[in-house]
């Protein structure tokens, strides 16, 4: 079975501008969830959905949305964005049983100039 | 809130010598640990996770963790380092069946031949 897919794997962007990032989940997997790492830290959460729905957000501003489409696919978008948005942006899925583990994407490489 | 600290940013090992990683948590409720490996370029790859059942969890490529309530810790080991552990690892936290995870900062580890 395919992994967690992220596109693009790579993406340079302008002060200001917006960017959206895709994800496909695992097949199965109704749950996605997004987490931002910049350069020399560990991941920070920044959404999660399950079933089309937002069930988690975690501390990032409102220049941050994203949403789950009816195949369990999701959009991360970042608009005005700001040379600190800089990071790795990472996708995670994971299954509706009892401690299913995530299962993370490779990332997409974001570089704000 | 939950959170870990990692304590040691970088550690550098010879091959076949013991690698030890320490993990401290803190955490209002029981927590759920893990312990995830990543790769330059790569994303997150579970090694192990602790779900409140046996204190010594094992992991995937020969890691083990401890969980200790009394120390608040979770260290990850390793009995006899390779060439391939070279990467970087991250102990993250959630409550209970709560994707919303939380990451320390990373371990780097170097192994020497």
């Known amino acids: 079975d395919a992994g967690v897919t992220q596109s693009p794997t790579h993406l340079i962007k302008t002060r200001g501008q917006q960017v959206t990032l895709r994800c496909s989940p695992i097949?199965?997997?109704?749950?996605v969830s997004w987490y931002q790492q910049v350069l020399g830290q560990g991941p920070q959460f920044i959404f999660q959905?399950?079933?089309?729905?937002?069930?988690g957000r975690g501390n990032f501003p409102d220049r941050f949305s994203a949403r789950q489409f009816p195949n369990y696919s999701s959009e991360l978008n970042v608009n005005a964005l700001l040379l600190g948005d800089s990071a790795l942006y990472l996708c995670?899925?994971?299954?509706?049983?009892?401690?299913?583990?995530?299962?993370f994407g490779n990332g997409t490489r974001l570089t704000v100039t | 809130a939950q959170s870990v600290t990692q304590l040691g940013s970088h550690v550098s090992v010879s091959e076949g010598a013991l690698v030890l990683l320490r993990c401290n948590y803190s955490?209002?409720?029981?927590?759920?640990l893990f312990w995830y490996v990543q790769y330059p370029n790569q994303g997150l790859q579970l090694l192990l996770k602790?779900?409140?059942?046996?204190?010594l969890v094992k992991g995937i490529n020969g890691f083990e963790a401890e969980f200790k309530k009394s120390e608040t810790s979770f260290h990850l080991t390793k009995p006899s380092a390779h060439m391939s552990d070279a990467a970087e690892y991250f102990c993250?936290?959630?409550?209970?069946?709560?994707?919303?995870?939380?990451f320390g900062a990373g371990t780097t580890v170097t192994v020497r031949a």
């Open positions: 995670a899925s994971t299954g509706s049983s009892y401690n299913s583990p995530l299962h």
């Open positions: 097949s199965g997997h109704k749950s």
């Open positions: 959905y399950y079933e089309k729905e937002e069930r």
């Open positions: 955490s209002s409720v029981p927590p759920y």
């Open positions: 602790y779900t409140s059942a046996a204190t």
């Open positions: 993250a936290v959630t409550p209970s069946n709560d994707y919303k995870l939380s």
